[in-house]
């Protein structure tokens, strides 16, 4: 596993310190113009495998042309305060700007936190339970009416107070002071939520329950990109999307195809973190995963949207041909791939059952799907290496192989009353080709010990509305084991860990605490940990978080991921955003 750079920790570290103080600048240089093309698909003939991680491959200021991404589904929603999936977190900047945001940068400086909406970082209260931001003057949304700071708390209240928007974390719900506010749709008065206050049209003072020393990073999730109450239509927002963006919304077709056009109305000097190269946009949905890939290859597509990588056939492919592996980076993600068994479905109430689980996994079969150690390194914790925070360690430590101790797993089936095995349910997406093979391994691994799993495939854009983030669906339909993967909110130990593992944000739907964990200890340390100014003593606690959840026994941890992404030659200013763990979508332009 890559290992944690210890400078650019301490330099976060810091910066959270500071309040992230702005920090300006953007990428620029650092890769070499093509001067040449080797076909549609092949690498440019100065790009070398893996630069798009260190630096920007492939820089250009042309305009023009279209941009096109494909996905294998389609999303939970392109509402940006209704989407949780990582992509859409990058791919929303486009038309959707949040308070602050990641600087424009490959590489550890693509962590710094720098004024997007808002004219500079939060300034915080003595007591940290006040956090006031700043709007830039003069920015337009696509319709030329002037951005006010009513509608970045709106946006706000609709995000996280309403129950018809769920798919999106809770984070202002949980920790502003709202009282007993129920969102815009049930109280359209926004004079009555009390957790935002707006003195003027540029001042956004946001009011906490308790102090929260991370809150910068939170104002840096889509859910703060305004959002004019007059032109707010609930789930439907996303088909008549207002942008502060350089793109704007031309066409939204449910399932079928999402299309882009230039944002007349956006100000470059307002915003140094996106170009506006491409004349439009346009995405895809429901496209078979590995059928992109070819396209990819053939320069008929420039971007797998997920920008979780090349599926297994083509990864092969492209291993051995050196042009083609030019035209790739493999990039450590932020994301853990793993399984939660759920704490709320028998015969996963017991723990034993969990830990015979976790000591039958052979882990090199469950890596393989991912591309072997190219995918990631063999997991063993909840947080991943480069996530501040983490320490290393194994509480199921399943022989020096990792093929699976299946000694002890047999002796927790007989501590949990289950000596002979049980049945159980593996719930997958199944439109993700390389998650369908792990649950398929994880199932051979579980049968050795007389566990037999069914897998149960469902698609990725309902996956936490309807299916596995929907406990009552889990209970009824006994999915005891569930695949899934996550990546950090944003660069910290509560960041990654909040929303999966504090029993206090299981939701009825869009939950991504599928282990159904409510541990009061951990709820407490979470608390503890947001609460501490000093960045060590933080960093300490999100470690000490980590390791009660892995004594549950509830997450098993398959990889720290890495991935394979395809660059095709005729892509522009591509480069791995450290934030993401995918291209920076905001940059990317085409070659005519």
Not at 118 to 133: F, R
Not at 357 to 383: C, F, H, N, R, S
Not at 566 to 573: A, D, I, K, Q, V
Request: contains cysteine.
């Amino acid at each position: 596993m890559r290992k944690i750079n210890v400078l650019a920790l301490a330099a976060l570290g810091t910066a959270l310190t500071m309040g992230l103080a702005a920090c300006g600048g953007t990428a620029g240089g650092g890769g070499n113009t093509s001067s040449g093309s080797q076909g549609t698909g092949a690498a440019a003939s100065a790009a070398k495998y893996n630069d798009g991680y260190t630096k920007v491959v492939n820089p250009s200021d042309a305009k023009g042309g279209t941009l096109k991404f494909a996905l294998s589904d389609e999303p939970d929603s392109m509402d940006p305060g209704n989407t949780y999936y990582a992509w859409n977190w990058n791919f929303t900047r486009l038309y959707a700007r949040p308070l602050l945001t990641y600087s424009a940068e490959p590489g550890d400086a693509g962590l710094k936190l720098v004024p997007d909406l808002a004219e500079g970082p939060g300034v915080a209260s003595e007591d940290g339970k006040t956090w006031t931001y700043k709007i830039k003057k003069g920015i337009k949304y696509d319709d030329g009416t002037e951005v006010k700071a009513a509608d970045v708390k709106y946006a706000i209240a609709r995000s996280n107070f309403t129950e018809e928007l769920t798919d999106g974390p809770k984070y202002f719900a949980e920790y502003l002071d709202a009282g007993d506010y129920k969102g815009p749709y049930k109280d359209k008065n926004l004079d009555n939520f009390k957790g935002i206050e707006t003195p003027d049209d540029q001042t956004v003072v946001f009011k906490l329950k308790a102090p929260f020393a991370e809150f910068d990073f939170l104002v840096a999730n889509p859910q703060s990109a305004p959002v004019p109450q007059a032109k707010d239509t609930g789930i439907d927002y996303e088909k008549a999307l207002v942008s502060t963006g350089p793109y704007k919304l031309e066409s939204y077709e449910v399932g079928k195809q999402f299309n882009l056009v230039k944002n007349e109305n956006w100000d470059q000097s307002t915003d140094s973190t996106r170009k506006q190269l491409p004349d439009r946009i346009e995405v895809q949905f429901k496209q078979n995963a590995d059928d992109i890939d070819q396209r990819l290859i053939n320069g008929q597509i420039h971007v797998d949207l997920g920008g979780t990588g090349v599926q297994p056939a083509a990864r092969a492919k492209i291993v051995t041909d050196p042009k083609l592996k030019d035209s790739t980076d493999n990039p450590f993600t932020p994301f853990n791939r793993y399984a939660m068994m759920s704490t709320a479905v028998k015969p996963f109430d017991n723990i034993d059952c969990r830990k015979a689980v976790q000591y039958a996994t052979d882990k090199t079969a469950t890596q393989a799907p991912w591309g072997g150690p190219l995918g990631g390194e063999i997991g063993t914790t909840a947080m991943t290496p480069t996530t501040v925070g983490y320490k290393q360690f194994d509480l199921y430590p399943n022989g020096a192989d990792h093929k699976g101790d299946l000694n002890k797993a047999k002796e927790h089936l007989t501590a949990c009353g289950q000596p002979n095995g049980f049945e159980t349910n593996i719930a997958v997406r199944g439109d993700r080709v390389k998650e369908v093979q792990v649950a398929e391994a994880l199932q051979a691994s579980l049968d050795r010990v007389g566990i037999k799993a069914t897998i149960k495939k469902y698609p990725s854009g309902d996956w936490s509305a309807q299916y596995a983030g929907r406990p009552d669906f889990v209970h009824k339909n006994g999915l005891g084991i569930m695949i899934a993967g996550w990546g950090a909110d944003w660069p910290s130990g509560f960041g990654f860990l909040s929303q999966i593992v504090d029993g206090r944000f299981i939701k009825d739907s869009g939950n991504y605490n599928m282990m159904e964990l409510n541990d009061q200890s951990v709820n407490d340390l979470l608390d503890k940990g947001i609460q501490t100014t000093d960045t060590a003593a933080r960093n300490e606690i999100w470690a000490q978080v980590d390791q009660k959840v892995m004594e549950s026994a509830a997450f098993m941890s398959f990889v720290y991921e890495k991935t394979l992404i395809f660059r095709p030659s005729t892509l522009t200013n591509v480069y791995v955003h450290p934030a993401y763990g995918m291209y920076d979508y905001t940059w990317l332009g085409v070659q005519q």
